[in-house]
């Protein structure tokens, strides 16, 4: 490489890695637009749960086809681009595999693990797409999987495909120059190459010249294939790649089905109950400050681990795959819950982007413009969608939250429901029986 090209690769360096960082700020901010919660408790659990769901993937391997391939595409996706170091040093310095001469026979074994994993990558691709395109497995065509989001399940795995093809020509064009007789320029012998070492005859009859520019070209869209794809992540259900590991040791380690009670609505609840409380404790200091809101209808009422639950989102549908509701026809989708929270997310950051850093309202709001309350209402609060997710994503904290708002603000629950806790509050039941019969039943056993 001339002093040029060094410049330039530093410039196209810089441009990708500051793109990615204003990317993740974003990202940050965004999440922080939820409420707070306290999320450090037991670090030890959450250690556990990080390197168990998000390094082990042990929730993918539930079904195993997808699971196994899934792992040998994350492998080869984070094992192979610890060449990017060297890739990165290389085109600063303008050196030719510059690690080497440091690490010997390590380096070949290295070279070798990289270049199976490839293949074996572009393999589980291609399986996937298959998957997706021919075979039409029914979470992949179901009916909340429309638009961007279903095309971009398979930008991916072009993107994949190409990025460990140039992979593989651009260390075949340099096992070629390596081993031209005399040497050639700087190429000299590193690394093995159990796969591209059937790929370079393809350069056997053309002159060294050509294949240097060919290597110089590989090796330039290879690492521009990286800073794009590393860039296009912010936009792709593929941010789980780096938000996996956050989300599962955030994620809630109370036992399924134990919800949460609104704190306003217990410390109110203790005030009645105790005879020598003063009933204006429970006053806001400030006479001008608004009460808090019960429930969630819109994306900031919500917390920041749910605000992480939907930037992690694979859109792999496994959730809608069990959701009993679901497979009755219900209009639920938990699936759809975590992308129209992100979608209302994302377009709130906008506006804040175009408003100088303050949320002009823009009478919109979660609840109603992205997602009903039948469909919230469809759900029965099982924990299927909890239990299946791979990366420890709750829908179910996201749709009980909006429910508090309809029963809690609007008193917009349905009609079956009302009935039920009017009885609770009459009769001490769910059922229109009087005080004194709610417990027959126990006489009919």
């Given at each position: 490489?001339?002093?040029?090209?060094?410049?330039?690769?530093?410039?196209?360096?810089?441009?990708?890695?500051?793109?990615?960082?204003?990317?993740?700020?974003?990202?940050?901010?965004?999440?922080n637009l939820g409420v707070?919660?306290?999320?450090?408790?037991?670090?030890?659990?959450?250690?556990?749960?990080?390197?168990?769901?998000?390094?082990?993937?042990?929730?993918?391997?539930?079904?195993?086809?997808?699971?196994?391939?899934?792992?040998?595409?994350?492998?080869?996706?984070?094992?192979?681009?610890?060449?990017?170091?060297?890739?990165?040093?290389?085109?600063?310095?303008?050196?030719?595999?510059?690690?080497?001469?440091?690490?010997?026979?390590?380096?070949?074994?290295?070279?070798?693990?990289?270049?199976?994993?490839?293949?074996?990558?572009?393999?589980?691709?291609?399986?996937?797409?298959?998957?997706?395109?021919?075979?039409?497995?029914?979470?992949?065509?179901?009916?909340?999987?429309?638009?961007?989001?279903?095309?971009?399940?398979?930008?991916?795995?072009?993107?994949?495909?190409?990025?460990?093809?140039?992979?593989?020509?651009?260390?075949?064009?340099?096992?070629?120059?390596?081993?031209?007789?005399?040497?050639?320029?700087?190429?000299?012998?590193?690394?093995?190459?159990?796969?591209?070492?059937?790929?370079?005859?393809?350069?056997?009859?053309?002159?060294?010249?050509?294949?240097?520019?060919?290597?110089?070209?590989?090796?330039?869209?290879?690492?521009?294939?990286?800073?794009?794809?590393?860039?296009?992540?912010?936009?792709?259900?593929?941010?789980?790649?780096?938000?996996?590991?956050?989300?599962?040791?955030?994620?809630?380690?109370?036992?399924?089905?134990?919800?949460?009670?609104?704190?306003?609505?217990?410390?109110?609840?203790?005030?009645?109950?105790?005879?020598?409380?003063?009933?204006?404790?429970?006053?806001?200091?400030?006479?001008?400050?608004?009460?808090?809101?019960?429930?969630?209808?819109?994306?900031?009422?919500?917390n920041w681990v749910q605000?992480?639950?939907?930037?992690?989102?694979?859109?792999?549908?496994?959730?809608?795959?069990?959701?009993?509701?679901?497979?009755?026809?219900?209009?639920?989708?938990?699936?759809?819950?975590?992308?129209d929270t992100r979608d209302?997310?994302?377009?709130?950051?906008?506006?804040?982007?175009?408003?100088?850093?303050?949320?002009?309202?823009?009478?919109?709001?979660?609840?109603?413009?992205?997602?009903?309350?039948?469909?919230?209402?469809?759900?029965?609060?099982?924990?299927?969608?909890?239990?299946?997710?791979?990366?420890?994503?709750?829908?179910?904290?996201?749709?009980?939250?909006?429910?508090?708002?309809?029963?809690?603000?609007?008193?917009?629950?349905?009609?079956?429901?009302?009935?039920?806790?009017?009885?609770?509050?009459?009769?001490?039941?769910?059922?229109?029986?009087?005080?004194?019969?709610?417990?027959?039943?126990?006489?009919?056993?």
């Amino acid at each position: 490489m001339s002093y040029l090209d060094n410049i330039l690769f530093a410039v196209l360096l810089i441009a990708g890695f500051g793109f990615f960082a204003a990317s993740v700020k974003k990202i940050i901010r965004n999440i922080n637009l939820g409420v707070d919660v306290d999320r450090k408790d037991n670090p030890k659990a959450r250690w556990k749960n990080m390197a168990l769901i998000a390094l082990g993937q042990s929730k993918m391997v539930r079904r195993p086809v997808a699971g196994i391939l899934h792992i040998i595409v994350y492998a080869g996706f984070i094992i192979i681009n610890i060449e990017l170091l060297e890739i990165i040093i290389d085109g600063l310095f303008g050196t030719h595999r510059i690690f080497a001469p440091y690490l010997g026979v390590v380096y070949d074994v290295l070279i070798a693990s990289f270049e199976i994993l490839a293949i074996l990558v572009i393999f589980s691709v291609t399986v996937f797409w298959l998957r997706r395109n021919f075979i039409r497995l029914k979470r992949f065509i179901h009916s909340d999987l429309t638009g961007f989001p279903k095309s971009d399940a398979n930008y991916i795995l072009y993107f994949e495909t190409v990025l460990m093809i140039l992979f593989l020509l651009m260390n075949a064009s340099d096992y070629h120059l390596q081993n031209v007789p005399g040497g050639y320029s700087h190429f000299h012998k590193a690394g093995s190459y159990p796969i591209s070492q059937f790929i370079a005859p393809i350069f056997n009859g053309t002159s060294n010249e050509v294949v240097g520019l060919l290597f110089e070209i590989f090796w330039w869209l290879h690492i521009a294939g990286i800073l794009v794809f590393m860039n296009y992540l912010y936009f792709s259900k593929h941010l789980h790649i780096l938000l996996a590991f956050p989300n599962t040791y955030f994620a809630n380690l109370k036992p399924e089905g134990q919800f949460d009670n609104l704190a306003s609505v217990t410390k109110e609840v203790k005030l009645m109950m105790d005879p020598n409380a003063d009933p204006f404790a429970a006053a806001p200091a400030d006479e001008n400050a608004h009460p808090a809101k019960f429930g969630a209808s819109d994306v900031q009422d919500l917390n920041w681990v749910q605000l992480l639950n939907a930037y992690t989102c694979t859109e792999c549908g496994r959730c809608t795959s069990s959701c009993p509701a679901n497979q009755t026809g219900k209009k639920l989708s938990p699936r759809k819950i975590m992308m129209d929270t992100r979608d209302r997310l994302t377009e709130v950051g906008k506006n804040i982007d175009a408003n100088k850093g303050v949320f002009v309202p823009d009478n919109k709001t979660l609840l109603n413009d992205y997602i009903t309350p039948e469909e919230l209402w469809a759900c029965t609060s099982c924990n299927a969608c909890v239990e299946e997710c791979p990366v420890n994503i709750s829908p179910l904290s996201i749709i009980m939250d909006m429910r508090r708002y309809l029963v809690m603000e609007q008193s917009a629950a349905p009609m079956s429901l009302n009935a039920m806790m009017t009885n609770i509050e009459n009769n001490g039941a769910p059922w229109q029986y009087s005080q004194q019969d709610r417990l027959n039943w126990k006489n009919e056993n």
